[in-house]
């Protein structure tokens, strides 16, 4: 599992849906649907209709991966912060049960109000 006490996860960008389904595809389930998918250098999330799946590619070579799949239904509070003037970056804060605090920092072009909404829409 990735270790998110350690750092916030990413300096995530949006990038197409194509550009990542095929190394989460096995992962999905039935009823399942990716949403949007954000790439930080060689990590990156994706999130679901059911849960956000973060994907840290490990090693020089990268054949080694860690998925961690992050359900909605143990999510039990969020907060966003968008990007500011100084501060380029917006912010997802995710606390689980079981499992506390998670945080994904994306580029200040990211639209970090459609992310809330997505999770208000499956989480509330």
Known sequence: MIDFSNASYMKLTN???SKVEGAVNDLII???EIISAYKGMRDFVVFTTKR???VNVQGITGKKIDYTSLPY???VAYSVETAGTFDLD????LWFSGLGKVRFEFRGSVDIKQINRT???YVL
Do not use: G, H, Q, T
């Open 15 to 17: 990038v197409p849906i």
């Open 30 to 32: 039935e009823n399942e």
């Open 119 to 121: 999770i208000s829409e």
């Open 73 to 75: 239904s143990k999510i």
């Open 52 to 54: 956000a799946i973060a």
């Open 90 to 93: 917006a912010e997802l804060d």
